[in-house]
């Protein structure tokens, strides 16, 4: 047993993860499944009492309005009420069939449904009320309410029998009163019998109900319990597993963080945890060896970063002093700026050699005697060209003054340099630093105050961590690798002190070190009082950060969004023969700038405080008044990621730290050659779209007035004509005996003219009007029309035999009026082109075109050349010989501009001899909703065509 326990366990431990979650779901599952049955079973055999209940209620309704109706009939003798006994009494014998056919052992369904559904059960309650009956007959409610309503049935079976013989004694019309009077008591014997019955049938169901209502709440817990007791279980000892492997990951994982690589995970499964663990400590062994060679390079480098930096630092501060003979002031700024930055390096450079020999254990404590008054004061001395420069107030005070301690000096320095550092660093122009030095029962106390920016309250326990600075990478206000305080932390354990800090966000922060100093009456070798080796801090005050230069205004502007005042005045110095200049401290000043200045470029540092230069590019190519402006990325960081970051945000260029002057220089140069030509070219862009949009309006001023002049001179042109035609057709039909041949044939010219006039005249109104009036759309149908032109067609010319092929259910959207105009211009078109033919072939139909439906009319005529095409939509344009095919050359042209007005468009298909097809298309209802954003109700039609 405890063989086969231990098999389960252990397979257990080693399925994989994935298929551990699946067992436990699996488990849950089975529950929610269980009791999800067992639910159902017991809502269906509840839903089957409830039905059974309601059954009877209808039951026990046809039963009393069956008695109450053959009572009617026995003392009024109406034959509608006997009927209406059948009627009622028919619902009870549907009941007493059902209960018959399920008694059997081969049952009829569909018998058996149909005495329920005829005893008005509802349908879908006729399944579960079989079940119960054949299923559940020997429960004891069920098999007592069975016998309750066979008792019942026999009792009905005499309540027929009853009416049967009251019908035979009325029904012919000679009834005995003394047999009703018989007969009536027998109804109310039988009615009495029933009602008992009726009610113990329900009052059985209901405490049936009930009954199975406890039972099934305790099976449900039952069973709920097992199965959530078996799958709690197994889940818990699956959890339990899981979470003690992970647990020792955990601790793994902390130990690696705190430096020791070499321990053991018992970790023994063979699921992903197990090949994690094995994994985990292979990374160890890695991390350990990586560590170490860490520790090595960073000797090695920082060791060898100080001897160039050496012969750069020396050579600069006898230029600096002028040994080797005077400068100008921009020289002299540049050796600054140079000077300035070799300290910075170097102070980076001992950070980090200090931290390798941490690492490596190189770090030893060497106490000598020192007199720790002086060597304060002369690194305090150090930092005061910069506490000068921001403006600083300082107090240093030590007690006593002249105390001589045992110390290791170089310790003490790098704690003292950091502390004052950070001090100036972090305190605003302006601010005060205080510094307390006290020696007292071989013990020194060195107290550093200032009154900066202080340290959040959840920040308070990070900051002697190693690589770990308070503000973000992106937008960090200040320089530094993260490392001081954390040495500072180290060095204050080497000499076996401590170190605390007390610090208000906004109000400045207090450093206090304590540690071990052993007084000593005199020294045993002689004090050098010089700074140690690679303790500088003495800079020369930086460059000036003005904001523009004087370049004339003629030159491009350009905006340098940089943080560091050195860097950016450098730059800005390097572009003052080519641009003007302005500095920003970070982005938000930079948005600030652009939005004042407007400048044609910006040079952004990618780390900024307040707002970075990634983020500031974001919200310039954001906003479409200052998207085209260039943004040159300057940054030190090559790796790709840090590129495509760049990119994304909407950078034109990248420069990398350092860069070399002359390719600054020629890059921004030319970035703003092609800003200039940019520039020039919008502002030509801009004068054409001002001179367009100016011919634009008038040529539809001209336009109006042309169609306004066209309808004017239309309809005046009709009022002589009517007179020409009237006069001429009252002379013909007046004098015409009088006339001679020549005038007669001079009459009939001067009417045909007229009538071509008339023709043309209409169809210039009609084109006017066309483009006058906006189209009233509806839904129109096209086979209406086309019926209507081919009647018309037929009764003016019997004698001519034209196949029309006109396909069914043509709809369209638009105005019946003017689709009406292109279907008689299209269709006549077709029967002109084909007056010769023997068989003129006119088809009408609908094609797929581009994703859409367009409708067509082809004909077999003459057809025209494809060259010529272009001409075909114009006015007044003919493409064959008027006395051929004589026409006005209006109705295409009228054609094309209802169908532009209705949003739509046609062209044509032709071969010379051989037909043309005419094309077009309109937008549909539901384009017409897209285009105009509003919904489109159903029309309701009430004219003739539809």
């Known amino acids: 047993m405890n063989s086969s326990s231990f098999s389960i366990r252990r397979f257990v431990k080693d399925l994989p993860i994935p298929k551990k979650l699946a067992l436990i779901i699996g488990l849950f599952s089975v529950v929610i499944f269980s009791l999800l049955l067992l639910s159902y079973l017991g809502m269906e055999i509840l839903s089957g009492s409830r039905a059974y209940v309601h059954g009877e209620s209808f039951w026990s ?46 049952m009829n369904w569909e018998t058996a449904a149909q005495g329920f559904v005829q005893g008005r059960n509802h349908p879908a309650d006729v399944k579960i009320l079989i079940l119960m009956a054949r299923k559940l007959h020997n429960f004891p409610y069920m098999h007592e309410a069975l016998v309750i309503w066979g008792q019942a049935d026999s009792y009905v079976e005499r309540l027929d029998s009853v009416a049967h013989a009251l019908h035979q004694e009325i029904a012919p019309g000679h009834p005995s009163p003394a047999r009703i009077r018989h007969l009536l008591d027998q109804i109310q014997a039988i009615d009495a019998e029933l009602t008992p019955l009726e009610d113990n049938f329900s ?10 209502k406890r039972i099934l709440l305790i099976v449900m817990v039952l069973a709920t319990g097992v199965l959530l007791a078996m799958t709690l279980t197994i889940a818990f000892f699956i959890s339990r597993h899981l979470c003690g492997e992970i647990n020792q990951l955990r601790a793994g994982a902390a130990r690696v963080a705190a430096g020791e690589y070499s321990f053991p995970l018992e970790v023994e499964s063979r699921d992903e945890i197990g090949d994690l663990a094995r994994s985990f400590h292979e990374m160890a062994a890695q991390r350990q060896q990586a560590e170490r060679l860490k520790d090595e390079f960073f000797a090695n480098v920082s060791h ?141 106390t060195l107290s550093v105050s200032d009154a900066g920016i202080g340290i959040p309250s959840h920040e308070l326990q990070n900051i002697f961590q190693r690589f770990r600075q308070v503000e973000g990478s992106s937008t960090r206000r200040f320089e530094g690798t993260g490392l001081g305080l954390a040495l500072v932390k180290e060095f204050v354990d080497l000499l076996q002190g401590k170190i605390s800090v007390e610090s208000v ?3 400045g922060s207090t450093f206090t070190v304590t540690c071990s100093a052993p007084r000593v009456d005199s020294p045993k070798a002689p004090i050098d009082l010089m700074p140690a080796p690679g303790v500088r801090a003495q800079r020369y005050a930086p ?22 005042v050195e860097m950016a005045s450098y730059i800005a110095g390097l572009l003052t023969p080519i641009a003007q200049t302005q500095i920003a401290r970070d982005g938000r000043d930079a948005l600030d700038q652009i939005g004042r200045w407007s400048p044609d470029l910006v040079i952004t540092d990618v780390m900024m405080p307040e707002r970075d230069g990634l983020s500031l590019c974001r919200d310039m190519k954001a906003n479409p008044a200052t998207a085209l402006i260039p943004v040159v990325m300057l940054t030190a960081v090559t790796h790709r990621e840090a590129l495509l970051e760049g ?44 001179n367009l949009s100016r011919h634009a309006q008038e040529l539809e001023i001209a336009n109006r007035e042309l169609e306004s002049f066209s309808y004017s001179v239309s309809h005046d042109l009709r009022t002589p004509l009517r007179a020409i035609d009237g006069f001429s057709k009252e002379l013909l039909s007046n004098c015409e005996p009088r006339l001679n041949d020549r005038d007669k044939d001079d009459l009939h010219r001067i009417r045909a003219a007229t009538d071509r006039m008339s023709h043309l005249i209409d169809a210039l109104l009609e084109l006017s009007h066309v483009s006058r009036n906006e189209p009233a759309k509806e839904i129109v149908d096209l086979n209406v029309i086309a019926g ?45 082109f084909t007056q010769k033919r023997s068989t003129s072939i006119i ?12 409708f067509f009319v082809r004909d077999n005529g003459a057809g025209f050349n494809m060259v010529h095409a272009a001409k075909l939509f114009g006015a007044f344009q003919r493409l064959h010989d008027a006395s051929e095919f004589p026409g006005l050359g209006i109705g295409l042209a009228t054609v094309q501009r209802i169908l532009h007005r209705h949003g739509g468009r046609i062209w044509a298909e032709a071969e010379e001899n051989r037909g043309a097809i005419f094309y077009f298309v309109l937008p549909s209802p539901r384009d017409e909703v897209l285009k105009g954003g509003e919904r489109l109700e159903p029309l309701q039609h009430t004219s003739a065509r539809t």
């Open 788 to 832: 209507r032109i081919i009647d018309e067609f037929r009764s003016a010319d019997p004698a001519r035999v034209v196949d029309f092929r006109i396909a069914p259910s043509l709809t369209a959207y638009g105005d019946p009026r003017q689709l009406s105009i292109v279907l008689e211009n299209l269709i006549g078109n077709a029967l002109k």
């Open 203 to 212: 009052y059985t169901l209901g405490e049936g109900a009930r009954w199975l």
């Open 647 to 690: 990119w994304k945000a909407g950078a034109d260029e990248y420069l990398f730290k350092p860069f070399h002057p002359k390719e600054l220089v020629t890059r921004i140069q030319s970035i703003l050659k092609n800003r200039l030509a940019q520039k020039r070219a919008e502002e030509k862009i801009s004068d054409l779209n001002e």
């Open 543 to 564: 460059a000036s950060s003005a904001a523009a230069n004087d370049t004339s205004l003629s030159l491009p502007k350009v905006l340098i969004a940089e943080d560091n």
């Open 304 to 444: 060898e970063l100080r001897t160039p930096l050496t012969l750069v630092l020396s050579p600069l501060e006898s230029l600096l002093a002028s040994d080797l003979g005077p400068f100008g002031p921009e020289a002299k700024n540049a050796l600054q700026i140079m000077h300035n930055n070799a300290v910075r390096l170097l102070q980076l450079v001992n950070g980090l050699l200090d931290f390798s020999k941490l690492e490596a254990g190189q770090l030893k404590v060497n106490r000598e005697a020192i007199r720790i008054a002086q060597l304060t004061e002369m690194i305090y001395k150090d930092f005061q060209p910069m506490m000068q420069h921001k403006k600083l107030r300082t107090q240093l005070e030590v007690t006593p003054p002249d105390a001589l301690i045992m110390i290791d000096r170089y310790l003490y320095e790098r704690i003292f340099f950091n502390l004052l550092s950070n001090a100036v660093k972090f305190t605003a122009p302006g601010g005060h630093i205080d510094i307390h030095l006290r020696v007292s029962d071989d013990q020194l």
């Open 843 to 854: 088809e009408v139909g609908t094609t797929p075109s581009r994703g859409t439906n367009a």
């Open 505 to 507: 966000e906004g109000e």
């Open 61 to 106: 309704k046809a039963q009393k309005g069956a008695i109450y109706r053959l009572t009617r009939y026995a003392l009024f003798h109406d034959e509608a009420d006997y009927r209406e006994y059948l009627e009622h009494i028919a619902v009870v014998q549907g009941d007493h069939q059902a209960r018959l056919e399920m008694a059997k052992p081969d």
